[in-house]
């Protein structure tokens, strides 16, 4: 049975950091594409960031690049998101996501965690 479990959500001022973990098991981590979404209220989903599975390549929305990091560790079957410089618009439930292909929608991942909130006060 896959399970892709997210931690690291929390409360945390403007400006301020975070970093989102999440721990896959049951499937075979390095084989595929990880990502993170996230949905804010009232909102759709939205991509985040992805990595793919071998050369490790990422790819970032707009409204993140520069503040956000994703990383893997396929020896341990974890992703990590980095997030930095956090601003309100960023608040959201954080989503971690698993692929056997790759994408930037929802319908592109196989897999998704249970979401860890992330609320960024002004």
Same mark, same amino acid.
């Given at each position: 049975q896959v399970q =892709? %479990? *997210?931690s690291g959500g929390g409360l945390v001022q403007a400006g301020g950091s975070l970093r989102l973990s999440c721990a896959a098991s049951g =499937?075979? #981590?390095s084989t595929y594409t990880m990502a993170w979404f996230r949905q804010a209220p009232g909102k759709e989903r *939205? #991509? %985040?960031a992805r990595i793919s599975r071998t #050369? @490790? !390549?990422k790819y970032y929305a707009d409204s993140v690049k520069g503040r956000f990091t994703i990383s893997r560790d396929n020896a341990k079957n974890m992703v990590y998101l980095e997030m930095n410089s956090l601003k309100p618009e960023d608040t959201a439930v954080f989503y971690c996501a698993a692929?056997?292909?790759a @994408?930037? !929608?929802s319908g592109d991942y196989d897999y998704w965690g249970q979401g860890t909130q992330v609320t960024v006060s002004s």
């Open positions: =892709l %479990v *997210e =499937l075979p #981590f *939205e #991509f %985040v #050369f @490790g !390549r692929s056997a292909g @994408g930037y !929608r």
